[in-house]
């Protein structure tokens, strides 16, 4: 990625180019991206200390593909584990839905849904963090008060570092949860999807390996709604539905976690509970992502039920929408109008991920012992009509699930709005929207995934050298935002053949992806979804000239 060098000049000198409010999960994947391309972060936090319960438990191969970007792709396979099956029972022991997720890599090259120790994620992120010389990480500094001005933002944010009672950014994103300081700064309100259940959430940590078969399962029992999950190595989560007439100061005693944990094997004498506690699953967006020179990410911006595993995983693609939109911004190459694209696209993207928890949560959270009766036949009768039945959740399925039935953590939603090229009708071109695959490719003696051989940020991506099809001021458009210009060669070339500007598709991944939309290249963005195609050698100009047009800071000259 292009250095911060070249920043446009402020007329303001400020600590900090972004600050962060929050280290969580977005908060780090933000600074970090941000960092990695040489930008001055602070990051305030207002806990002393790194919070050591584990809250998520597991993330996508896109969030995995993110936290790649964002450094930790060495550490990922050492704290990674296999997900595994997952099946939902009824209360009578009936597998409502069973499927096996893979560990071997999926669309995004990682694989499709592993578990997680959440600490243990944040711990390796926080190492990374402290890898970066433009990255600072404030503990115990809370921030108290925001004044916004002409170029900056002024933060009120004491702590025990010396001399620092407030900072100053050119930009401030908060990433400090549900109850986030800088959304109701920004004047943001949570809009209620309608959707809010009490649980009771407890994490324990077995004193010797159990194995689980299945290793996830849902019991959709309407005496007793429970989810049964891993959690990391060694630790594995269990969440009960609370139910009408019992108090959270019951549920929270000792004695209640261990009498419902009974039926499953845990005890006192063979685990430990790490955590116990009542929690609110709810769906909620926010009416307001960004305001002047405050926006916000993650759980400040959305909240949703755990069911599907999209929470965090919705929160590190803010990130990475967020981050890349902020690079082009403070190096002068995009006005800050094309922040405005980030609640545009992401707003209706969680959303369609919200729904689809909600559905989940529906389905397995059932009281009312007749329309659970209902729901229990409806999907032992798809079991045993497949081509008859209808898919296991009402109402549509989200954008790209591949069929029905398909497991929650490895849906392809896609970007329906934003800096997308579009034809004369106003409509994505093929393949825009959507996020792009990543497989193997070789160059010589160097092989691997693309991002770790090509390189992040924009690609242009084509069946033949895009190089030779641009003008010298395209060219230089493309190396002014950073992006990586390859020819993609057939599976069966010889690494060795590939030139400087030439990859080998190893796993015959993008030769076929281009040919089944009818496109020659593909033009992906920091974020890994695809901006727009190119239908033949002589589109490639309109395509680099579309995403030229709607990055501008000052309106691109017509051609002629």
């Not at 993110?66 to 704290?79: K, M, R, T």
Request: glycine share 10%; proline share 8%; with cysteine.
């Amino acid at each position: 990625m292009a250095a911060a060098t070249d920043r446009a000049q402020s007329a303001t000198e400020t600590d900090a180019d972004v600050v962060i409010i929050g280290n969580g999960p977005t908060g780090q994947t933000l600074s970090l991206l941000l960092a990695r391309r040489g930008w001055r972060v602070i990051v305030l936090e207002r806990y002393p200390g790194a919070y050591e319960l584990p809250r998520v438990k597991g993330f996508d191969g896109e969030t995995a593909r993110n936290f790649a970007a964002a450094g930790i792709a060495e550490q990922l396979p050492g704290i990674i584990e296999r997900l595994g099956e997952y099946e939902f029972r009824n209360a009578a022991g009936q597998a409502l839905i069973r499927f096996e997720l893979p560990f071997e890599p999926g669309w995004d090259g990682w694989p499709p849904a592993v578990v997680i120790h959440q600490p243990t994620l944040e711990a390796t992120l926080d190492a990374q963090a402290r890898t970066l010389p433009t990255l600072r990480v404030l503990r115990g500094h809370r921030a108290l008060r925001v004044s916004e001005h002409p170029g900056h933002v002024e933060i009120s944010a004491p702590g025990p570092t010396p001399g620092v009672e407030k900072v100053t950014a050119s930009w401030l994103v908060g990433c400090d949860g549900a109850n986030s300081f800088v959304r109701d700064c920004l004047g943001g309100k949570m809009i209620d999807m309608g959707y809010k259940q009490e649980w009771l959430l407890v994490d324990l940590k077995f004193h010797e390996p159990r194995v689980f078969d299945p290793n996830d399962r849902q019991i959709c029992d309407p005496m007793r709604p429970t989810t049964m999950v891993a959690s990391g190595r060694g630790h594995r989560r269990w969440e009960f539905r609370r139910l009408p007439g019992e108090t959270a100061a019951e549920l929270t005693r000792p004695e209640a976690a261990w009498r419902l944990l009974a039926p499953y094997g845990a005890t006192p004498e063979n685990s430990t509970i790490a955590r116990q506690v009542m929690y609110t699953f709810q769906a909620a967006i926010s009416d307001t992502w960004r305001s002047g020179r405050m926006l916000i990410a993650g759980d400040a911006a959305h909240l949703m039920p755990p069911f599907a595993g999209q929470g965090m995983c919705s929160g590190i693609r803010d990130a990475a929408n967020l981050a890349w939109k902020l690079d082009l911004v403070l190096r002068g190459v995009s006005d800050e109008a094309l922040l405005d694209t980030y609640a545009a696209e992401r707003d209706p993207h969680v959303r369609e991920a919200i729904g689809f928890s909600v559905q989940m949560g529906q389905l397995i959270s059932e009281l009312d012992t007749v329309r659970a009766a209902q729901r229990d036949a409806q999907l032992l009768a798809a079991q045993a009509a497949p081509q008859e039945g209808a898919p296991p959740l009402a109402g549509p399925p989200p954008e790209g699930q591949a069929e029905p039935g398909a497991a929650p953590s490895d849906f392809r939603f896609a970007v329906g709005e934003g800096v997308l090229r579009r034809n004369e009708r106003g409509e994505p071109v093929p393949l825009a929207g959507a996020r792009s695959p990543q497989g193997r490719v070789a160059r010589g003696e160097e092989s691997g995934l693309f991002d770790d051989v090509v390189g992040r940020g924009f690609v242009l991506l084509a069946t033949f050298d895009p190089r030779a099809a641009l003008s010298a001021e395209e060219l230089a458009f493309l190396e002014r935002i950073g992006a990586r210009v390859v020819r993609v060669l057939h599976a069966d070339t010889a690494p060795e053949k590939a030139r400087e500007h030439e990859v080998v598709d190893v796993d015959n991944v993008y030769l076929p992806y281009l040919a089944d939309a009818g496109q020659v290249a593909a033009l992906v963005r920091p974020d890994f979804y695809v901006f727009g195609t190119a239908w033949d050698r002589a589109d490639l100009s309109g395509l680099v000239g579309a995403l030229r047009e709607q990055l501008a800071a000052e309106p691109v000259p017509a051609a002629g």
